[in-house]
T-cell receptor, first 113, second 112 residues
């Protein structure tokens, strides 16, 4: 039982390049999330998927797109990376939205130069 | 939307002392309050949570208290140990809300 698996763990991009962060969970959770973590700013919600087939914007969605490929997988895409997107990205899942705790992936440290 | 404020941003205590971290929230409908611990370079992990039908919850050396009237909740760690050193995040949500809103984090350092 791996929980939430994120790939890659580290990535360096040049400004303007694109990439996709992958996330998969094996806990049969309905809801999945993408957060970014910046120093002193906690965890900010980028996008979430309440259930398979639905996605919605969070607090900081600009510059990102997501795909809920199936119940297990939720990917985050940066179409044209910018230095402001340098951050640590965490995927998480929960049984459903609202009053349930999250299980987080191990994170992706992204640097855009 | 929900706003969660967390204090202090850093906290240094001696081993064996107690540590208290406080959070306030803005949405009176919030009814779920989890706490996460994040060790350096690791993922956040849920350590304790409380729902609004209780005022306090304990799990060994950690406890969380909730004051719904004042809209604040706190994490208490007793008999701190060096392995408690980490960043702690509070969060708030409620049934039907889209996702957790996190506080900005508290870096706790326990001095041996």
């Amino acid at each position: 039982n791996a929980g939430v698996t994120q790939t890659p763990k580290f990535q360096v991009l040049k400004t303007g390049q694109s990439m996709t962060l992958q996330c998969a969970q094996d806990m049969n959770h309905n809801s999945m999330y993408w957060y970014r973590q910046d120093p002193g700013m906690g965890l900010r919600l980028i996008y979430y998927s309440a259930s398979e087939g639905t996605t919605d914007k969070g607090e900081v969605p600009n510059g990102y797109n997501v795909s809920r490929l199936n119940k297990r997988e939720f990917s985050l895409r940066l179409e044209s990376a910018a230095p402001s997107q340098t951050s640590v990205y965490f995927c998480a899942s929960s049984e459903t939205t609202g009053d349930y705790g999250y299980t987080f992936g191990s994170g992706t440290r992204l640097t855009v130069v | 939307g929900e706003n969660v404020e967390q204090h202090p941003s850093t906290l240094s205590v001696q081993e064996g002392d107690s540590a208290v971290i406080k959070c306030t929230y803005s949405d009176s409908a919030s009814n779920y309050f989890p706490w996460y611990k994040q060790e350096l370079g690791k993922r956040p992990q849920l350590i304790i949570d409380i729902r609004s039908n209780v005022g306090e919850k304990k799990d060994q050396r950690i406890a969380v208290t909730l004051n719904k009237t004042a809209k604040h909740f706190s994490l208490h760690i007793t008999e701190t140990q060096p392995e408690d050193s980490a960043v702690y995040f509070c969060a708030a949500s409620h049934t039907g809300r889209r996702a957790l809103t996190f506080g900005s984090g508290t870096r706790l350092q326990v001095q041996p």
